[in-house]
């Protein structure tokens, strides 16, 4: 990934990262699948969709309620 996320001009790439890599433990426990299944079915949902619009400051949320978001199919 090349990716680079801004919010209000800052970069947040990092924080982006930290959230994503904290709520694929939270699934991949969940699910009891694999760090690498939780990922792609992760990458794979309007969750992270959403996530990657970072002027919705779904990114500044706990990573559980992004599990949540994730696990309800609310985004």
């Known amino acids: 990934m090349s990716e680079i996320y801004t919010f209000n001009g800052k970069d947040i790439t990092m924080n982006v990262f930290i959230q994503i890599r904290a709520v694929v433990d939270i699934i991949k426990e969940a699910r009891k699948i694999d760090f ?40």
């Open 36 to 75: 690498i299944e939780a990922l792609g079915q992760f990458y794979h949902s309007n969750t992270y969709k959403t996530l990657q619009n970072t002027e919705n400051g779904l990114w500044a949320e706990s990573p559980e309620y992004i599990a949540d978001c994730f696990f309800e199919n609310r985004y």
